[in-house]
């Protein structure tokens, strides 16, 4: 079965940028969105068809897909970003998602 | 605003059936899959399957097949999600999402489903 690979952990100091990375088999073959998940909230997306941010998501979400890794960037990290982040991808008509990364604002 | 508004929370013993629905408002609700996903606590996201509400047609993951059924009712735009069997593994937060263009948005607030004697 298909699988995504995230780190479970990611930190960052404000302002700088934050990278989390998705890896799995030819993933950049397909679509790759990521969601973000605060504690006791429903995950939001946040970046979908690898790059494109979804109305009302700030500026400094970015993604890229390409090869075997889907990457979203937090530029200029804030203290509202400090949540879980979770990659999605579809394999066929299976929907795969990543274990999730806890990204901390040190 | 499209919305999706799921039931309340269930307290279930080992071996019975659990069925959460999922109202969907704000959009033609036979015009998107409706995709279920579970989260245990501390855990992360697992996909359990998809539903057209269109056609009635399904796909479950593996892992659910046989003791899952995702069904709806279009006359009150709702998707429906029924797990068989239960044990106190499937003690999680079930969620529905409206899938489009390869993303799920929005996703429903959430159902706490407890499984327990």
């Known amino acids: 079965s298909y699988e995504l690979t995230q780190p479970p952990s990611v930190s960052v100091s404000p302002g700088q940028t934050a990278s989390i990375t998705c890896s799995g088999d030819k993933l950049g073959d397909k679509y790759a969105c990521w969601y973000q998940q605060k504690p006791g909230q429903s995950p939001v997306l946040v970046i979908y068809q690898d790059s494109k941010r979804p109305s009302g998501i700030p500026e400094r979400f970015s993604g890229s897909n390409s090869g075997n890794t889907a990457t979203l960037t937090i530029s200029g990290t804030q203290a509202m970003d400090e949540a879980d982040y979770y990659c999605?991808?579809?394999?066929?008509?299976?929907?795969?998602f990543g274990g999730g990364t806890k990204l901390t604002i040190l | 605003q499209v919305q999706l508004v799921q039931s309340g929370a269930e307290v279930k013993k080992p071996g019975a059936s659990v069925k959460v629905s999922c109202k969907a408002s704000?959009?033609?609700?036979?015009?998107?899959?409706i995709n279920w996903v579970r989260q245990a606590t501390g855990q992360g996201l697992e996909w359990m399957g998809w539903m057209n509400p269109n056609n009635d047609n399904t796909g479950y993951a593996q892992k659910f097949q046989g003791r899952v059924t995702m069904t709806r009712n279009t006359s009150i735009s709702t998707a429906y999600m029924e797990l068989s069997s239960l044990r106190s593994e499937d003690t999680a937060v079930y969620y529905c999402?409206?899938?489009?263009?390869?993303?799920?948005?929005?996703w429903g607030q959430g159902t706490l489903v407890t499984v327990s004697s």
């Open positions: 999402a409206r899938a489009w263009n390869w993303r799920f948005d929005p």
């Open positions: 704000g959009y033609t609700f036979t015009s998107y899959d």
């Open positions: 999605q991808a579809w394999d066929s008509s299976l929907v795969v």
